[in-house]
């Protein structure tokens, strides 16, 4: 293995609270002129132009530093302290962002395994592969599907110096692992990662259906070479949805062969798996053995479940559906606005009795190009006080902010986007974040983007301060907000 590392100086051991800004540009207006400044949808935008609502702007973008090319797609993000850090299809950069306006590489880590998925623990850095490698190493090389001796699963860096990482563990999983989710113990001595895979076709070998599990490593924090698969949880045991056949343009349902993502919300014992086929609540109060609880399924609208965000209550879960994998166009006029869209779900009743009850859609209102890749993809809240806003990624539909206070009216109230890739080609916006203040954007080919949201009705999200953020992995923010 190679020697790398990364460390964090100055880690905040908590959330902290900041003096709130004023957002003198849009202050003191009402709730309809707030509607009004956005910016009006007057046709496809030229290819790389930006367009955005007046309450949201572009800081800064870093594109893609060398070793890595053209061709290296970047994918999620996690933050400590002030970095954030993205992973690549061919390994990690890590971006200083103490200055938002002019956020810095510090460190870049050439480790090629899909989709290197990241989050991050104290000094500890998890990396996804989901590819068939030759080996466990960063030097490892692509193997065909079919090959039975491949390489698939978590590896572990040692980020306490951060410029230079340090690969310190592999932990092989079944069918390899496409997400991962962290998952902290109640005694603050071990973390879990709930590892998500599935079958997308049979030419994996230790994917065969039905595969309808998710792999449990146990990583001892004081000891995190001693990482390893405590567990493969069979999570659908009746086979879950059996799908349905169709195209982007007629419909279909994936059939259940596993988890796309898994979200969990740690202090309320919660978790929500997006499944394929199946949206999946789960209990996590033994984080050894998820437990179900409910689960739901769309057989008119939904496709492929792909991603989950409760809100900051938990009592509610918006699931996003990846119709045609991320590389169709499915915000074009041709595709209905319930279909590659969110579901929005409120949490009803206690205990073992608690449902998922579907309350509406949210798709962007703007129309993207036949050639634009364009689907519901990754986000997370905005820590507003007193309201339930997101803020989402819709590859090249680019960025929404949308508020699902009322959960059966969500309202868009900002956007940003460029115009088409050159050429017709895939890109946009992988997973956009708000972290301590501003919205971190992966954006596959253009890289690292960060913007700023100044509006009244996001304007307390800029007093919270944290330490640490991985999005799959939900904290509360009510009680962080200074009392009056």
């Not at 997370?380 to 699902?404: E, H």
Request: proline share 6%.
């Amino acid at each position: 293995m190679g020697a790398f590392a990364l460390s964090l100086s100055g880690l905040a051991t908590g959330p902290q609270a900041m003096a709130a800004p004023e957002d003198t540009d849009l202050a003191g207006l009402s709730e309809e002129q707030l509607s009004s400044q956005e910016q009006p949808a007057t046709g496809i935008p030229g290819v790389d132009e930006i367009r955005h609502t007046r309450n949201i702007k572009l800081l800064a973008n870093l594109p893609k530093p060398a070793p890595f090319t053209s061709s290296s797609t970047w994918s999620d993000l996690a933050f400590q302290d002030h970095y954030a850090i993205a992973g690549n299809y061919d390994g990690f950069v890590v971006y200083d962002i103490r200055n938002p306006r002019k956020p810095e590489i510090v460190s870049k880590v050439l480790c090629p395994g899909s989709q290197n998925d990241v989050s991050v623990k104290g000094d500890l850095l998890f990396l996804s592969t989901d590819s068939s490698r030759s080996d466990s190493s960063c030097a490892s090389t692509s193997l065909p599907a079919t090959n039975k001796d491949a390489w698939e699963g978590i590896k572990i860096f040692d980020i306490s110096d951060i410029r230079n990482p340090r690969y310190i563990k592999a932990v092989e999983t079944k069918c390899g692992s496409h997400t991962h989710t962290l998952v902290p113990d109640k005694r603050g001595k071990d973390v879990y990662l709930y590892v998500s895979s599935y079958s997308p076709n049979a030419a994996f070998p230790d994917c065969q259906p039905p595969h309808d599990l998710i792999s449990v490593v146990k990583v001892p924090l004081k000891d995190p070479t001693s990482a390893h698969v405590l567990s493969e949880n069979v999570v659908f045991p009746d086979g879950g949805n059996a799908g349905r056949s169709g195209t982007v343009e007629t419909g279909y349902v994936t059939a259940t062969s596993g988890c796309h993502d898994i979200t969990v919300y740690p202090s309320k014992d919660l978790a929500a798996g997006a499944c394929m086929g199946d949206g999946v609540l789960w209990d996590i109060s033994d984080r050894e053995k998820p437990r179900e609880i409910n689960r739901v399924q769309d057989n008119v609208n939904f496709a492929f479940w792909h991603s989950a965000t409760f809100n900051n209550a938990g009592t509610k879960v918006i699931f996003t559906d990846e119709l045609g994998g991320g590389g169709a166009a499915t915000c074009n006029e041709t595709i209905a606005p319930t279909r590659g869209a969110d579901g929005i779900y409120d949490i009803t009743g206690r205990g073992d009795g608690r449902k998922l009850e579907f309350r509406s859609y949210f798709k962007i209102p703007r129309v993207q190009a036949d050639t634009e890749n364009c689907v519901a993809h990754n986000g997370s809240l905005i820590p507003v006080q007193g309201r339930d806003i997101m803020v989402q990624a819709w590859y090249q539909g680019g960025i929404s902010v949308f508020d699902f206070t009322d959960s059966s009216r969500p309202k868009e109230i900002a956007w940003f986007e460029r115009g088409p890739v050159p050429n017709g080609g895939s890109g946009g916006a992988w997973s956009t974040y708000y972290y301590n203040g501003y919205i971190y954007s992966s954006d596959i080919s253009k890289g690292f983007d960060v913007l700023d949201i100044r509006d009244p009705r996001t304007a307390t999200g800029k007093l919270i301060r944290t330490g640490e953020l991985n999005v799959q992995t939900q904290g509360s923010y009510r009680d962080l907000f200074p009392r009056r």
